[in-house]
């Protein structure tokens, strides 16, 4: 989740309004279909499987004049359906609605306002702008999206971006009902070529409803290199940290992830890319495993991407996760360890 941008082409323009429009449909099979035809409850994207389904499709318009700027953009989708389950029926189908005002006629300085795409990570919500079909497991489990304010600066040489932003919470539209403090964010980019690309991006934020602040502190680190047209390695680390309520003395407990995606190239239209991925939580602060203690799994996945036309894209994704605790219940009611799945999406983008 990096600063995550929809990069949707314009079909229309019109007193500088850009309408865009983005559609993903997917079909899965898993080895461990449970016959609910849900996949584990970790994951937010692609989340059905054995039928086809709409990940995520919205409608878009967005506007800039130099000095004012705002999006609006309505989705649905499985997508919608899970990741923003705990919010208001009203806001379950906005993917984004925001507006920026430049606050310095000399430099690039913007104040952004409203409902944001998350400034950690580096997937995106839209499947086309990411290497692989699936996200990973650490952008799955951190914020896609975020309502607040966003002070930013981007250099004249777009090399540095620095943003800080004052938020309702951890991937929240509303705050939650109780006394929490507003939540902190600060994200700083750099691009020393144009084949690197490095961020880090943070967030402290109140988790405990109580009179007394309960921090959450997250970090994401993230790389981009791509030493020709042709490869590609992508790379991110997180780490959080937050202290366990339930107990008065309030112990800390940590949870870490990363991945390192590998992609190639053969031409304009076929690429390639592989995965392999880490998410441990054992304290389960943010992957609750209701079949044994603790989440923590190893990940991989080999994708194939196809794209047959310039608004068009074919892929195909087979993943494996190898976690260290029963964590998969099958059809039989069984639990395991391992669970397969392959999906196949077509994206169109307008």
Known sequence: MHSQQADSSSIKTLKQVQLSGYMEFYAAYDDDDNNKHQRPGFLYHNTRTGELALNIGFLKASWDNGSLRGNMALMTGTYAERNLATESEMFQ???????????????????????????????????????????????????????????????????????????????????????????????VTWKPSDKLTLNYSNYLGDESNEEDFGPRFFNDFYFIYSPSKKFSLQGAFDFGMQPDFNDEDWPIRYWN?????????????????????????????????????????????????????????????????????????????????AYNGVTICLAVSL
């Open 93 to 187: 189908h906005v993917y984004e609605a925001n507006i920026g005002i430049k606050i310095s006629k000399k430099k690039n300085w913007w104040l952004d306002i409203g409902i944001l795409n998350s400034h950690i990570g580096l997937e995106t919500a839209i499947g086309k702008d990411n290497p692989t079909l699936t996200r990973s497991l650490i952008a799955e489990n951190s914020p896609y999206y975020e309502t607040g304010a966003r002070a930013s600066y981007t250099s004249t040489d777009k090399k540095f971006y620095f943003a800080v932003l004052v938020l309702n919470g951890w991937q929240r539209i509303y705050k939650l009902d109780g006394d929490y403090l507003p939540a902190l964010g600060i994200q």
């Open 257 to 337: 992830g990363w991945f390192a995606i590998a992609k190639f190239s053969f031409n304009k239209k076929l690429s390639i890319a592989a995965r392999a991925e880490y998410y441990g939580d054992p304290d389960e602060v943010i992957v609750v495993n209701v079949h044994d203690e603790g989440f923590v799994s190893w990940g991989y996945s080999l994708n194939l991407d196809y794209q047959f036309h310039p608004h068009a894209l074919f892929r195909l994704e087979g993943r494996s996760f190898d976690a260290e605790h029963n964590t998969f219940e099958n059809r039989d009611g069984e639990l395991k360890s």
